[in-house]
Every structure is written in C-alpha cells, then in structure tokens.
C-alpha cells in the first residue's frame, strides 16, 4: 500500500463511518488537535524521562490514538469492536492516581509559575497548552456529538500533564520560576 492516495486532494477527507468532510470541519480540527498532542508527548520522551515517567507518557500516547478514532467515528463504528480504542471510566481514574502521586512528590505550589525549566518539563508544559486547545475544540463539537468521556479525560489530562511538568522539574533539580 502506498503511503499517498490522492484522496485528500481536493481538501477533504474520509472519517471511520465513510464519510467524507472537508478537512477544516470542526471535527477533524479536534482530532487533529489530539494528534499533535501525541506528538508533543513523543518530543517529551525524546528528552529522556526517567522509566516511569516515561512508561506513563508511552501510555498516554496509546489513549490518545484512541481518543483520536473515537473523534474520528460519528457513528461509533469502531467503538463496539476495536477495545483498544476505547476511553473509559477506569483511564480518568488512572489519570487521578497519577495526579496524586506525582503532586504529593512536589513542593507545595503557592503561586503562579512560569512554563519552562528543565527540557523535559517545558515540552510537557507545551503538552499541556495543546491538551487545552484540543479540550477546546472537542468541547466546542457539542455535547450530544462527543462522548462526555472524552472531555473529561482531556481535561484531566492537561491537570496531568501540569504536574508532570512540576515533577520532571523537581527531579532534574530546575527552578520554578514564579510569575
């Protein structure tokens, strides 16, 4: 299969149901959204986070493809039969704990800070402004065209990825600079 179809370009393209929209439709900016997300997260194990930083990062990608394809479904074709394209419950629960833990490691915030510090958590921060445009721009789909679910994992994503941001500082011993 070659990697150019020539099927987008007259400006569109096909979501997961068959149908074809232009490719500045609202729905297509969300996900696209949610896939430069995943690539900002690639760019942030790039720089080298230690293991389980980067085991949780790896599995953040893996969400966000399904995030992504559940955008990419209006009619919740791939839902009932791909499970690894699946954002439930249980995956904000794991976003929560890892919240937790990774907040309880950190100093107290008690002002603003500044986006920055080490590599690895100024590319999370980033992370984290693209997390909020593509919360954005799925919220702005409509509640009765995204699963709730969606949202919600967003947003606590981009909590996340905030804290993140903190921890790789604080394990790399870089200054928080406060506004």
Partial sequence: MK???????????????GTRVSKADPRVDAYGDVDELNA??????AAGPDHDLDAQLEH????LFALGARLADPASRIASRVTKAAIADDDIARLEGWIDRADAEVPPLRRFILPGGSPLAATLH????????????VVGLGPDVVEP?????LNRLSDLLFVLARLANHRAHAAEPEW
């Fill in 3 to 17: 990697l150019y179809t020539r099927t987008g370009d007259s400006g569109e393209t096909a979501l997961f149901d």
């Fill in 40 to 45: 900002v997260l690639g760019m942030a194990r």
């Fill in 149 to 153: 679910v969606l949202v919600i994992y």
């Fill in 126 to 137: 980033l992370a984290r402004t693209v997390c909020r445009r593509a919360e954005r721009h």
């Fill in 60 to 63: 953040l990608q893996q969400d």
